[in-house]
């Protein structure tokens, strides 16, 4: 596609007034005018014949094949020209609904016959998103036309959940807390599992002295219990409407599923085997118990494969069959969202019925967004009364949280981008106090 640039647009236009201005005072000259609209029409002409073809040139994307949810990701654009290149394009791209990149052309400086940018991914959801179109342009020598040529490589990037940046932080998690003298996991010290005996020295707690061998071996010696393992963790996540709507700018139920997933590796990392269920108006799925590190690429497809869902949650049908499909005491930990009293009220109901065989872990993502509105500050209508619903909603937030703890539910209520690691510090302390 060749067409002209606002350059020539304005050149062409300013023949307008001045012709209006000839035909009033001078009507005999109004070939001038003429002349003029001919001059620019001429110059266009040439050029677009003059400079850089667009047979000459070719457009090429690359990218990676996979995309973390929530990790940022780069996508390589090159333009080249057979022969003589101009010296700048702009080149831009076109992705599907599940990718999102900057709409504002980049500008391509080329040295040579070729050309590249490095344009910014971010993922919106997970699926299969494309880059469907290249788009390329530069000016002719003159400025009066741009050159456009569109390329369609239907380049194909996996949106699956951020498995990488998953693995990452939990290893910053050992090694931080490793670095300080603590680690997260005490393979001893800690449990109701007993290991050996060993001599008192001061940092010991008295409560662990064995008073009988003390008085058979001569000397003060205290037990050390090992830390109990082969707990079952469930990871139950609601895909329901209320957990796909976005949060922060990405759906709460992909946050989600970061959390699980850190959650699930440090607990394989640490001997309890764990499981993942989903559900939104009915079940969606049942890993069933796996145990062991190798088993977490299975976790991984398992999450993976929950979609989003636009259906109310069914905490009936959906806590009964994990219920039923739990043989042993587990840890259920239940990632889910509530916008009203009544979804609210089930939603308790249900897990008070699970209570009374499994522990259950709560979490709870800080809305931050509904927060900011809830301090706004009342200087319009519109800001009071969006104030006032958003206290509301989180007023009756605190009370089934409140509720849920004076049952026994264990809850985790934490900002977004530190919920993975609030969720593994109350997954520890459990497993600490032999609460599981």
């Known amino acids: 596609m060749i067409y002209p640039t606002r350059r020539a647009i304005v050149l062409a236009a300013v023949g307008a007034p001045v012709s209006l201005l000839v035909g009033l005072l001078a009507p005999g000259y109004w070939i001038v ?20 073809t667009r047979a ?29 290149a101009p010296p700048r394009a702009e080149i831009t791209a076109e992705t599907n609904a599940l990718l999102r990149m900057a709409h504002d052309p980049f500008t391509a400086m080329f040295h040579g016959q070729s050309a590249e940018v490095d344009a910014p991914l971010t993922p919106v959801r997970r699926g299969e998103a494309e880059i469907s179109t290249l788009w390329l342009r530069w000016q002719g020598s003159l400025g009066l036309v741009w050159k456009q040529i569109r390329e369609t490589p239907r380049r194909k990037i996996i949106i699956a959940p951020d498995v990488q940046g998953v693995k990452s932080k939990a290893m910053s998690l050992f090694a ?16 109701s599992e007993f290991h050996a005996l060993r001599e008192v020295d001061g940092a010991t707690d008295p409560r662990v002295i064995d008073w009988k ?21 469930v990871l139950a996540i ?15 139920v992909d946050r989600a599923i970061n959390a699980a997933l850190l959650l699930s590796y440090v607990s394989l990392k640490t001997g309890d085997p764990a499981g993942v269920f989903g559900f939104d108006a009915r079940p969606r799925g049942f890993s069933g118990i796996v145990s062991g590190p190798a ?17 109310e949650t069914n905490y009936t049908l959906g806590l009964t069959q994990l ?14 969202d509530f916008a009203d009293s009544t979804t609210a009220e089930l939603m308790v109901e ?7 065989r499994h522990v259950i872990l709560f979490v709870v993502m800080r809305d931050e967004e509904l927060e900011v509105i809830a301090r706004a500050e009342p200087n319009s209508a519109t800001a009071v009364s969006g104030a006032v619903t958003a206290r509301a909603l989180l007023k009756s937030r605190d009370v089934v949280i409140a509720r849920l703890t004076r049952l026994g539910v264990h809850v985790v209520d934490a900002p977004t981008h530190t919920i993975g690691a609030a969720l593994i510090n109350a997954y520890l302390d459990l497993k600490r106090r032999d609460v599981l």
């Open 56 to 84: 000459a040139a070719t457009l090429s994307v690359e990218t990676v094949g996979v995309l973390g949810m929530g990790a940022a990701g780069t996508a390589v654009l090159r333009a080249a020209f057979e022969g003589a």
């Open 295 to 311: 088993a977490f690429p299975r976790l991984q497809r398992q999450l993976a494969a929950l979609d989003y869902s636009a259906e």
């Open 33 to 52: 005018v003429g002349a003029w609209l001919v001059l620019i029409g001429g110059l266009i002409l040439v050029d677009a014949l003059l400079g850089p």
């Open 213 to 233: 061998q003390s008085a058979r071996h001569g000397k003060l010696l205290g037990k050390e219990f090992r830390t109990d393992r082969n707990h079952p963790v």
């Open 323 to 336: 219920g039923v499909s739990l043989r042993r005491r587990s840890l259920v930990v239940v990632f889910t």
């Open 176 to 191: 931080r807390d490793a670095q300080h003298g603590v680690k997260l996991q005490r393979e001893t010290g800690e449990g």
């Open 238 to 252: 609601d895909t329901g409407r209320a957990m796909c709507e976005p949060l922060l700018g990405q759906p709460r």
């Open 350 to 356: 249900n897990l008070t019925r699970l209570l009374r």
